[in-house]
């Protein structure tokens, strides 16, 4: 029988798709390629390796890390005989040289019964999981006593007597082990409890070596100012001073180099560090994860901050997500609750034994907004998957900081949009300091879902240039003018400008446009605007390029149309991203649409990690 991808173009999968799989798209020529060298190593004639190879190059390109075969057996994805069942497609597999299981060297890997995985993805996953799991055992001793009395001068009691103080939990958890999740919506002072450990850490410990990263350098900023503030409001207690840190990426601080084979950090360098603070950890890779905990060296600390309800990382995996579990609220084991009883006079909700968990605290106390916050309502109700509560928020009438507009009933979207751009990229766009240019273009932002077309980010970018340029706030000329706003898109080590790095083009006082970023501390840095790496206007950007980001007010346009891209966590983390004002443009359906429809990734992370807890006294 001739092999489907032998056939041009790429055929459709089955409309019986798992959740999360996403029914109804092709194979791309890459996966069919892959299925095709597959067939060819395998022994002659096996049926169902290249379909195999076919699916889990696509699942592993849709950001899954492996694919289960259980979904497909049984079925016929090219309209001709129907695949195996599982478990004799899983021994054709094996049989045929090319699929082994774990521990054999194989270009695909069978692990379990049915989830099969590209090796480098099955050893990413293994690498990473055997590393959670030793920082997770790994404990620190200190007298409870004195750190008890510490704790009561960070955090003052909370008013409600038999409330919990979940910041003063997370950073007794963090001093207590070698890992530390904490995780937490906007505001929620997840950097507080960064600051009051370090602070900690570095009164107990004698200053630590401290290193602080983000997936990228635009939250690597974000994080070191932020640090700094709440540090700075912290240093009355008399501890030492972290203002001195500086946060990079996680590829500058392991020493990823495009075009260098190996990392300047790996388990065979390990990193300098005593403790390793991730911010936004939701954006980070399996791969990139993997790497930074092979990485670490003996006896290190590792805390990952984030927000797990966020949109999860471009590339393959959903670490945060694995790692904090189904359950929003972790039952701790007997151990960790006797520890905190002890320490901070709180009685910890128990029952399971030792695990992952112990390692895990979720903040849900948002200080950033008010009670009647409409942005904080919606955000709730979007990431409880409760498209009845949008509903109803929208109909009262009472969101005073969040404006939805139904652009799918407005004559000109265009004409629409128009009066907002200008309020919000005026200020910036009329000032004359370059540094307050830079502050007061942070205040404002169009997000969206998608990249191209009238409603993603290729579109709106032109629709904002024309409507800025009638009312005279720049002249475009050309690629470069003075005003354009860029987002760098690539890591370029040579001119220190990494992805996510934001900057003004601006004419100097001699006449020539460069290129300005954020420096250290107040300064500004100017850059040739022949030297800038692979960048965009960023007038729009998308959702997932604004994680690790803020701004006090956003306006949010999704297509007019349902799209599979419009995800619960999409719309969550770019209703998320205004501080004080929200301009929505969607319609109720697609809204109701996008808080219907979660991101599931399917990964083997979760069940290694919750397998340990299971062996746990």
């Known amino acids: 029988m001739e092999a489907p991808w032998d056939d041009r173009p790429a055929y459709p999968l089955p409309g019986s798709l798992p959740p ?22 395998a022994a002659q004639g096996t049926r169902g390796v290249g379909e195999a190879a076919a699916l889990v190059s696509r699942f592993t390109r849709l950001g899954h890390t492996c694919v ?3 979904a497909y057996a049984g079925l016929s994805l090219d309209g001709g005989a129907a695949l195996p069942d599982v478990s004799a497609w899983r021994e054709i597999l094996l049989s045929s040289g090319v699929a082994g299981e774990p521990g054999e060297y194989r270009p695909l890997v069978i ?8 090796w480098r993805y099955w050893s990413y996953q293994q690498t990473l999981a055997e590393g959670l799991l030793a920082l997770s055992r790994g404990e620190a001793a200190f007298d409870e ?10 955090f003052p009691a909370p008013a409600e007597k ?3 103080d979940w910041q003063k939990v997370a950073v007794l958890l963090a001093l207590k082990g070698r890992l530390s999740i904490v995780t937490g919506g906007p505001g929620t002072g997840k950097t507080t409890v960064v600051a ?3 602070a900690l850490l570095g009164a107990a410990a004698g200053r630590p070596d401290v290193a602080l990263a983000a997936p990228t350098g635009k939250a690597a900023q974000r994080m070191e100012e932020a640090v700094r503030k709440t ?13 001195e840190l500086r946060a990079s990426t996680l590829h500058r601080l392991l020493g990823i180099v495009p075009g260098r084979a190996r990392a300047r950090h790996s388990q065979s360098r390990p990193l300098p560090h005593d403790v390793v603070v991730v911010d936004e950890a939701s954006m980070v890779s399996l791969a990139l994860m993997s790497r930074l905990v092979g990485a670490l060296k003996p006896g290190s600390r590792l805390v990952l901050v984030g927000d797990r309800n966020q949109l999860a990382s471009v590339e393959p995996g959903h670490v945060m997500g694995d790692i904090c579990g189904e359950t929003a609220a972790p039952r701790y084991s007997p151990g960790t609750c006797a520890l905190v009883r002890r320490v901070a006079g709180y009685e910890l909700p128990g029952g399971r034994p030792r695990g992952m968990q112990d390692c895990l605290v979720e903040l849900k106390t948002a200080y950033r907004f008010g009670p009647d916050s409409g942005i904080r309502a919606l955000g709730e109700a979007v990431k409880n998957g409760d498209p009845g509560a ?4 929208f109909s009262s009438g009472g969101m005073t900081d969040v404006l939805v507009s139904d652009h799918g009933k407005i004559a000109s979207f265009s004409r629409a949009l128009e009066p907002v751009v200008l309020e919000g990229y005026a200020p910036f766009l009329e000032e004359t300091d370059a540094a307050v240019r830079l502050t007061l273009f942070g205040g404002f932002r169009v997000l969206c879902a998608l990249r191209e077309g009238p409603y993603g980010v290729s579109g709106l970018n032109r629709l904002i240039e024309k409507a800025l340029a009638a009312s005279g706030l720049i002249r475009p000329s050309g690629l470069h003018y003075h005003g354009r706003p860029v987002l760098v898109t690539a890591n370029d080590y040579a001119m220190n400008l990494f992805n996510g790095d934001i900057g003004l083009v601006l004419r100097d006082e001699n006449g020539e446009l460069g290129c300005f970023f954020p420096g250290p501390g107040a300064a500004l840095r100017k850059v040739s605007v022949a030297r800038l790496p692979e960048h965009e206007t960023a007038y729009a950007m998308t959702v997932h390029k604004s994680q690790g980001s803020e701004f006090s007010k956003v306006a949010l346009v999704l297509p007019p149309g349902d799209s599979p891209v419009l995800t619960r966590e999409l719309l969550y983390t770019g209703i998320t991203r205004a501080r004080e004002h929200l301009d929505l443009w969607a319609s109720p359906g697609v809204i109701a649409s996008a808080v219907a429809r979660r991101t599931e990734r399917i990964s083997g992370l979760g069940d290694l990690l919750a397998r340990d807890g299971k062996k746990g006294p």
Do not use: H, N, W
């Not at 006593?145 to 960070?154: A, C, I, Q, W």
């Open 390 to 393: 949008c509903r109803e928020l």
């Open 68 to 70: 289960d075969l259980g």
């Open 111 to 118: 692990d379990g019964s049915s989830r099969l995985y590209l």
């Open 162 to 164: 038999a409330a919990i």
């Open 145 to 154: 006593g004195e750190v008890g009395r510490t704790l009561s001068g960070l």
């Open 20 to 41: 999360g799989s996403g029914a109804g798209k092709l194979f791309e020529p890459i996966d069919l390629q892959f299925a095709r060298l597959m067939e060819k190593m």
């Open 231 to 243: 540090f700075a409001e912290t240093s009355a207690t008399g501890f030492p001073d972290c203002r």
């Open 196 to 198: 009051k450990l370090l």
